[in-house]
């Protein structure tokens, strides 16, 4: 402990104990009630001292469930570029905004087409038409249907007119396929981290 610079910080900390026992013994309280009080408002200043001590965290902690909330966990934009954390589950999430909704799509640089599941199709207003094809998935083969998305947009990132596929069979999962990869100016792996670059 540097005396000369927690100096200041003492003589404070025992000016605030000094004024919180003479404000309480003018009260004219019994032993017994100075006591409480006394460590009412010692629990008080702790908790104070703890919130500011460990504000860093707190935003942290508020951040993290902000963004498990709206579906953006692991994901940043920073200038141009996209970063995303791999996720417990191993795999890398994105939220897009298609047709102006927010869309939680994995990452999946093995799949050829984007995959959107049908129940989110019709929510975001993406009409598949024509005959069904056959595709090959991790599932085994499944039947869908080709639209477009008029508008697909991340952060800085923007495609219209963007092909996909669309079939009940997908489940509850969207999957951006390496059309979208491709579509951007770079991407790659570092670690737990993909990088996207527009």
């Not at 104990?17 to 006591?35: F, H, N, Q, T």
């Not at 249907?145 to 495609?159: M, Y």
């Amino acid at each position: 402990m540097n005396i000369m610079e927690d100096g200041p910080s003492l003589i404070w900390g025992i000016i605030c104990i000094l004024l919180l026992v003479s404000s309480l013994a003018a009260r004219r309280l019994s032993l017994g009630e100075v006591a409480k009080a006394a460590l009412a408002w010692i629990a008080i200043f702790a908790a104070l001292f703890a919130i500011f001590s460990f504000r860093f965290e707190f935003i942290g902690i508020w951040e993290r469930v902000k963004a498990d909330i709206s579906g953006t966990a692991g994901q940043s934009i920073r200038g141009d570029k996209i970063e995303l954390r791999r996720q417990d589950d191993g795999h890398y999430w994105l939220l897009v905004d298609i047709n102006n909704e927010p869309v939680r799509f994995m990452v999946d640089s093995g799949a050829t087409m984007t995959a959107i599941n049908a129940a989110t199709a019709k929510e975001v207003g993406v009409e598949a038409t024509g005959y069904p094809i056959i595709l090959s998935t991790a599932n085994g083969r499944v039947a869908a249907k080709r639209a477009n998305v008029e508008l697909l947009v991340v952060g800085p990132h923007t495609i219209e007119n963007h092909p996909v596929v669309v079939s009940e069979s997908f489940g509850d999962v969207n999957l951006l396929g390496m059309n979208f990869l491709n579509s951007l100016h770079s991407w790659r792996v570092e670690g737990n981290m993909m990088v996207l670059q527009p």
